[in-house]
């Protein structure tokens, strides 16, 4: 059966008024929380905001990392790595774009140490990739990342808003086997993309899945209340034999921690109807 895990800050209570951030009072406390809902791994949010302090990306951080992981049997299985959004590989000067590529290059490095496999990159919101000299920027430095990615084990895996045949033909641009895509079940609801289609097109280098339910062309809401068609997306799952890892990366509720449990088990609901 297909793992599935949460994305980190989702079982305590939200900072502020954002959806996602990484928490710092409570990370720790997170993998044990992570074993009592029955997940079975966390992807970390690897944000702009004290990024050097970050625990994927400090020797310090690792340690504590790894001793969590040994204590509770719940590995970090992948990083979103939110620091992108901030800091893009194009539309910026020739400068940026170098120290966003030794960012990642530096990030493959320290997180796989503590047993991370997959870096995820989003090109969407104010990152969304927009023209072909944006794709040309992004192939260029994320490319300069891939000797790190060969010799630590670690894909790079992008979210993009673009349509699906034109996704695909930026991953195969790359002629790379550690480029992969990492589909967002909400943000291609939301996007009015239909998800068989989709899926059997992106299919070969799916490597990750979010899962989320949005409004067509809005924001997210509780799974089962947007335009995420999620009966489609499993059969199509099914029709590409998809093994890889599915990550909550579901709407806040004041109980984040119970909401979390019961999309578990949504999740794990249809991956055993459709045979996954």
Same mark, same amino acid.
């Given at each position: 059966?297909n793992?599935?895990?949460?994305?980190? @800050?989702?079982?305590?209570?939200?900072?502020?008024?954002?959806?996602?951030?990484?928490?710092?009072? %409570?990370?720790?406390?997170?993998?044990?929380?992570?074993?009592?809902?029955? #997940?079975?791994?966390?992807?970390?949010?690897?944000?702009?905001?004290?990024?050097?302090?970050?625990?994927i990306?400090?020797?310090?951080?690792?340690?504590?990392?790894?001793?969590?992981?040994?204590?509770?049997?719940?590995?970090?299985?992948?990083?979103?790595?939110?620091?992108?959004?901030?800091h893009p590989?194009?539309?910026?000067?020739?400068?940026?774009?170098?120290?966003? =590529?030794?960012?990642?290059? $530096?990030?493959? $490095?320290?997180?796989?140490?503590?047993?991370?496999?997959?870096?995820?990159?989003?090109?969407?919101?104010?990152?969304?990739?927009?023209?072909?000299?944006d794709?040309?920027?992004?192939?260029?430095?994320?490319?300069?990342?891939?000797?790190?990615?060969?010799?630590?084990?670690?894909?790079? $895996?992008?979210?993009?808003?673009l349509?699906?045949?034109?996704? %695909?033909?930026?991953?195969? %641009?790359f002629?790379?086997?550690?480029?992969?895509?990492?589909?967002?079940?909400?943000? $291609?609801?939301?996007?009015?993309?239909?998800?068989?289609?989709?899926?059997?097109?992106?299919?070969?280098?799916?490597?990750?899945?979010?899962?989320?339910?949005?409004?067509?062309?809005? @924001?997210?809401?509780?799974?089962?209340?947007?335009? =995420?068609? #999620?009966? =489609?997306?499993?059969?199509a799952?099914?029709?590409?034999?998809?093994?890889?890892? #599915?990550?909550?990366?579901?709407?806040?509720?004041?109980?984040?921690?119970?909401?979390?449990?019961?999309y578990?088990?949504?999740?794990?609901?249809?991956?055993?109807?459709y045979?996954?």
């Open positions: 059966m793992p599935v895990g949460v994305m980190q @800050g989702r079982l305590v209570p939200r900072i502020g008024d954002r959806i996602q951030a990484f928490p710092w009072e %409570r990370w720790e406390e997170e993998f044990e929380t992570a074993k009592a809902c029955g #997940f079975d791994s966390i992807e970390f949010i690897f944000e702009a905001d004290r990024s050097d302090e970050n625990p990306y400090t020797s310090g951080g690792i340690k504590k990392v790894r001793g969590l992981i040994d204590k509770t049997g719940i590995p970090v299985s992948s990083i979103c790595a939110d620091y992108f959004m901030e590989f194009f539309r910026v000067p020739e400068e940026a774009k170098k120290e966003s =590529a030794d960012v990642l290059i $530096s990030l493959i $490095s320290m997180s796989s140490q503590a047993g991370v496999r997959l870096i995820e990159i989003p090109c969407v919101d104010q990152s969304a990739i927009k023209t072909e000299e794709k040309a920027e992004l192939i260029k430095y994320v490319s300069s990342a891939l000797p790190a990615a060969e010799k630590h084990g670690v894909a790079i $895996s992008l979210e993009t808003s349509p699906p045949l034109e996704f %695909r033909e930026l991953i195969e %641009r002629n790379h086997p550690l480029m992969a895509v990492n589909f967002d079940i909400g943000n $291609s609801a939301s996007m009015g993309y239909e998800p068989g289609f989709e899926i059997k097109t992106l299919g070969p280098f799916i490597a990750n899945i979010h899962i989320k339910d949005r409004i067509l062309h809005g @924001g997210t809401v509780p799974l089962g209340e947007g335009n =995420a068609d #999620f009966p =489609a997306v499993f059969k799952l099914k029709g590409i034999s998809y093994k890889g890892p #599915f990550i909550l990366q579901t709407a806040r509720d004041a109980d984040d921690a119970g909401v979390a449990k019961k578990l088990g949504m999740v794990r609901n249809y991956i055993k109807e045979g996954l």
